[in-house]
Nanobody
Framework: QVQLVESGGGVVVPGGSLRLSCAVS?????????VGWYRQVPGKERELVAR???????NYADSVNGRFTISRDNAKNTVSLQMNSLKPEDTAVYYC????????????????WGQGTQVLVSS
């Protein structure tokens, strides 16, 4: 069973930075999966923040493009999210996710989620 454990959340002032990390265990297919970060605020749907495919293609939400950077380490089964120039509207619970892909990039499994880590941007 795949387990994802996020860390690095916390409280930061506007304009500050945080780095989220996610460690994936119980999976032998990390390098064959897309991994990403999503976020959710109460009353709203969970939304994609950033995702990196097995081939290294990266997608960012428009709202974070240029401020956030996603990266993965296939040797350590980890995915990170460097968040700079944080804004109050970035406040949310951030979730790590993994979904297996085949060689064509098709998704061939459901999504596995971490438990989430809270990010609060406030002065």
């Amino acid at each position: 069973q795949v387990q994802l454990v996020e860390s690095g959340g916390g409280v930061v002032v506007p304009g500050g930075s945080l780095r989220l990390s996610c460690a994936v265990s119980g999976s032998i297919f990390f390098s064959s999966a897309a991994v990403g970060w999503y976020r959710q605020v109460p009353g709203k749907e969970r939304e994609l923040v950033a995702r990196i495919s097995r081939g290294g293609s990266i997608n960012y939400a428009d709202s974070v493009n240029g401020r956030f950077t996603i990266s993965r380490d296939n040797a350590k089964n980890t995915v990170s999210l460097q968040m700079n120039s944080l804004k109050p509207e970035d406040t949310a619970v951030y979730y790590c996710a993994i979904q297996r892909q085949n060689s064509r990039g098709d998704y061939v499994s459901g999504v596995s989620w971490g438990q989430g880590t809270q990010v609060l941007v406030s002065s």
